[in-house]
């Protein structure tokens, strides 16, 4: 089971400030990883602040680890924007099985931000782009 912790990226752990986006897509890195091994890539804040990601078993392929892993890079300037995400290989290869996961994956993304909005408003804030500029908040 997944707490909201371990959504958390390693950047928010650590106490920097909350660029939005960046932490979304380590969240949706998380979401992918936990759907595809059915496990937890980490399992406490020091794994998520310095443990190499557990690969089990290949996946589907070489694309989905790779962008599993470039979803959940540490430094948040190398993590891929959601545009990258979305036109990853793994993404817009044409086999049935990622045809399958493509068609999905967008959904859990669409998910996460209503979600993400939910939270922020239960919260206090009114929006997400609150937690960016800071206005409107608790």
């Not at 290869?93 to 408003?121: G, K």
């Amino acid at each position: 089971i997944l707490t909201i912790l371990d959504y958390a990226a390693p950047e928010v752990l650590q106490g920097k400030s909350y660029r939005g986006k960046e932490q979304d897509v380590w969240a949706l890195g998380i979401l992918l990883y936990t759907i595809v091994y059915k496990e937890n890539p980490f399992y406490n804040v020091d794994e998520i602040l310095d443990h190499p990601l557990r690969v089990p078993f290949l996946p589907f392929s070489e694309d989905c680890i790779d962008l599993i892993r470039k979803m959940l890079d540490r430094d948040v300037d190398n993590r891929l924007t959601i545009t990258e995400v979305m036109n990853h290989p793994w993404l817009t290869a044409h086999d049935s099985i990622v045809l399958f996961v493509s068609f999905f994956f967008p959904c859990f993304v669409a998910f996460w931000y209503e979600l993400h909005d939910t939270i922020l408003l239960s919260v206090g804030f009114t929006t997400g782009d609150d937690m960016i500029d800071g206005t409107d908040g608790p």
